[in-house]
């Protein structure tokens, strides 16, 4: 018998299953990862630094979901908001990875160089350095909160006959369909504007 | 011996118990909720409506700690900008919560009340009532996605030799300490200033 065209284990593989274990579970055990590859849990420790490496390799692969030409744009603001759009389709292609992600710090070194390209991005347009990263962060929570978002039912909110909620009841009617998408639209909209604002020094950074 | 002062199983406990193991570990089952109390899971269904009723116990725990007098205030901006800051502290005390209260559909009826007011207050103040649910939706994700990022480390960004990020370095070293509340601040005032707008008819309402 050759040798396996496919390693039972490589980081590829660790990657792809730590993510359907979160996609199911919303979480990941490295000894869960052994199970599923029917492999002894030190083997898996071998091929990555880690629980932690495993976190950073599962960014990484989400992270590859957001088209990088988008920072190549002009000018700055259409390439943020293509950005924008294409950081929520990536992460709500795996919602239940979102929470980990966003608390766990960032050391993968292509997901580094994307926000290095966002700085810079920013930098190049004149922004004040200062207020560069919060004005990202909270982009960030925009776009990831959404992305969460786009993994509710379409109907979120179920009315009940013990409290009266008229006005909740119009308020939800009218909205129609794709009511995920008309949020992020408006949230994405509020953010440009105040981008454009914050530039040209037409508001106060705040905070 | 007397009866016990404090039943085994009640709602309340149920809910601290289940709240505990989302803190934990982002999730629950209602067996481990059941071995916690050292009862049958079976008893534990005997309360609660199934685990859909345990998670609307959640949303009515982890929303009373939103001050219901935010909704009460004037002008209208004054009020929806302090129910924004409450409902963020409220979900940043239980932030394993959120994915989970994100995606299940809403049907606790004191929670359904809360945005029954809220809808009133835009109302009231004369936004058009298909816009509002957009507009409620936009700032949940801000407010959520915000409240997710608290639970983050403050050192966020660990840079690495492996590859050269000098202007996030720069950016990262400007913003100082509180990255998080700051970002906060600046995705706040860039809804608020959006909300004054559209009510006041000056933009597209976008999507």
Redesign the interface.
Known sequence: MGRPRTPLLDRERITTTALQLIDE???FSVPQIARRLGAQTGSVYHHVDGRDGIVELLREHVTSGIDPATLDLTPWDTAVEAWARSYRAAFAAH??A??LL??????A??V??Q??RA??VL?AAGFD??????????????????A??L???E??????D???????A???A???EG?????????L???M???R?LREKR?D???
Not at 132 to 142: D, Q, S, T, W
Not at 162 to 168: A, F, N, S
Not at 179 to 187: K, L, P
């Open positions: 579970s919303g979480d919602p239940r979102i929470p966003m608390t766990s710090p960032v050391r070194p292509r580094l160089e926000y290095e700085v810079n930098l350095c200062a207020g560069i990263m919060p004005l990202i962060i909270a982009l960030e929570n925009l776009v990831l909160g959404s969460l978002d993994a509710a039912p109907t979120m909110w179920e009315l009940t013990q409290v009266p909620t008229p006005r909740l119009e308020a939800l009218a909205v129609g009511r995920a998408d008309r949020a992020f639209e408006v949230g909209t509020a953010f504007n105040h981008a604002a508001v950074v705040g905070g």
